[in-house]
């Protein structure tokens, strides 16, 4: 059971410049007996999110509205465990998969196939279950003999299309997206949403932060609007159509 | 019991260091195959590819082997297999070192994208020098049998002593690596650290040279670590007073490494 509960949850951002960051500053407000402390240690914050509450159950699929800065990706980012909630708590239980950055880990210079080792286990996979799947990524791929090739040769296409079926090659419980992915050419972006309804399928819990309210109208259940890193709204959708297809 | 020693805030702070720590040390697919990667990737198109550390170590060596030599009066044969074993362990630990001060900045996009135990990247990082250690320990094999004494029996005590020099290294790197990315001021520091201590190292010159004042190398840390590699290769069993001093920092080293990743793991993110 995958399941996500925030309790008054805030995410805050230092913000340094080189006077907090270097060594200088701090050894200047000791040696000066704080003297300076109200230059140097004057410490501007943001609050990203501001005692947000909610709970996420199991099978719920959540889209997070808001303008930019109004904290969807950081809200993404905590519950995938980047940033430890600076006040409140946050609890989240199941596997996760975050389909923020598609490209993590890969390297323009290596193999098609070293791709899919470096994706997958920037992913969280291990060795034995990448070589379990290599072959079904790379069919799904359909790259074929580029795969042997240096991804740097690729066309941008080609080369979400490689990461596009590592990322979704093993299930998790909850899965975070920034965006919907689109992919690569017509025929290959109707199969790769198939796929991507299929993957989002096997997983408890999707959250996914977009600009679009006609797309969190379509395929979720619940919209929460963020605004100035508090929750404006939430709301369920009363007849999301489920159907995926964008 | 242990509440007497240590405070219970303490106890957990550590144990959650020592959670990072293992949990690193478990995920080996990942800093095995990725730190073997880097070096691979780094020479992707070279010709020579990796051996160019052999190369270039092997120019160093022999030019300035064959200067300083002189320099210092010694027998070319025996100068020369002393300084190739002390430069490519210092090149060993001092790269390992600077590297380390960029091992949480450099990964910066993998740690925005999930839940990460910071341990691994100096775990990788090692792998990266290991590997271009065992690319100069050719110049000191070719060196050493060539123009130099051989190995003898006892060179393979530098062995353990590579386990050991690597155990005290990977417990420096994580504190490294967490200050320089809170100070962003601290890698150059440690650059200009680190370039200091060369000179003040028995590398290029050796502690009875300097006559009264050898106190100096002998309370080197870092003459300790070069020693336990080198003094085995030349033939010499490393002194119990090396292994102590080494011993000593690994204990400390390790305390410090498991207290800052238990203080500052959940903060290391908001420095990025």
């Known amino acids: ?246 | 019991m242990t509440g007497f020693l240590m405070s219970e805030k303490l106890q957990n702070l550590l144990r959650w260091g020592f959670e990072d720590i293992t949990h690193s040390v478990r995920t080996r697919d990942m800093w095995l195959y990725l730190g073997r990667q880097d070096i691979k990737m780094k020479y992707r198109r070279s010709v020579l590819g990796p051996w160019w550390y052999t190369l270039s170590t092997g120019i160093l060596v022999l030019t300035l082997g064959l200067l300083w030599s002189q320099v210092f009066n010694q027998p070319i044969g025996y100068y020369m297999s002393y300084f190739a074993a002390g430069i490519v362990t210092w090149t060993f630990i001092s790269g390992f070192i600077t590297e380390s001060a960029t091992s949480i900045t450099q990964f910066e996009g993998f740690i925005k994208q999930q839940y990460t135990h910071f341990f691994q990247f100096v775990l990788r990082i090692y792998i990266r020098h290991l590997l271009i250690l065992a690319h100069n320990f050719l110049v000191v094999a070719i060196v050493f049998l060539f123009v130099g004494p051989g190995f003898s029996f006892e060179a393979l005590a530098a062995i353990p002593g590579l386990a050991i020099l690597s155990l005290l290294m990977l417990t420096i790197g994580t504190p490294v690596a967490i200050f320089c990315t809170r100070f962003r001021d601290m890698p150059q520091i440690i650059n200009n650290l680190l370039q200091v201590i060369f000179y003040l190292t028995p590398i290029i010159w050796e502690a009875k040279q300097i006559g009264r004042f050898q106190f100096v190398s002998d309370w080197n840390p870092f003459h300790a670590m070069v020693s336990i590699i080198r003094k085995p290769l030349l033939g010499e069993l490393p002194a119990a007073w090396d292994f102590l001093m080494i011993f000593i920092l690994i204990a400390i080293c390790t305390l410090a490494t498991a207290w800052l990743l238990g203080k500052y793991r959940r903060r290391i993110a908001y420095w990025l």
Request: proline share 2%; aromatic share 6%; charged share 20%.
């Open chain 1, 1 to 246: 059971m995958a399941s996500i509960k925030a309790h008054n949850l805030s995410i805050q951002f230092p913000v340094y410049n080189a006077a907090h960051r270097s060594f200088r500053g701090n050894f200047i407000k000791v040696a000066t007996g704080g003297r300076f402390s109200s230059d140097l240690t004057n410490h501007v914050y943001i609050n990203a999110l501001d005692q947000i509450n909610l709970s996420i159950q199991n099978g719920e699929r959540v889209a997070l509205l808001g303008h930019n800065g109004s904290g969807k990706s950081t809200l993404l980012r905590a519950i995938a465990g980047v940033y430890y909630p600076t006040g409140g708590s946050l609890e989240v239980e199941g596997s996760i998969s975050t389909l923020i950055d598609l490209n993590q880990g890969m390297d323009a210079d290596a193999t098609g196939w070293d791709n899919i080792i470096l994706r997958g286990l920037a992913m969280g996979m291990s060795r034995d279950e990448i070589n379990d799947r290599k072959n079904e990524i790379a069919e799904f791929s359909e790259l074929g003999d580029f795969l042997a090739i240096p991804v740097r040769t690729y066309s941008s296409g080609m080369k979400l299309r490689l990461a596009f079926s590592v990322s979704t090659s093993s299930p998790r419980n909850i899965v975070l997206m920034d965006e919907w992915l689109s992919t690569g050419d017509a025929s290959f972006s109707e199969k790769a949403t198939l796929r991507l309804i299929d993957y989002l399928g096997k997983a408890s819990i999707l959250v996914i932060a977009t600009h679009s309210e006609k797309l969190a109208m379509r395929i979720c259940d619940r919209i929460v609007t963020l605004s100035h890193g508090k929750v404006e709204n939430d709301s369920p959708v009363n007849s999301p159509e489920k159907d995926f297809i964008i």
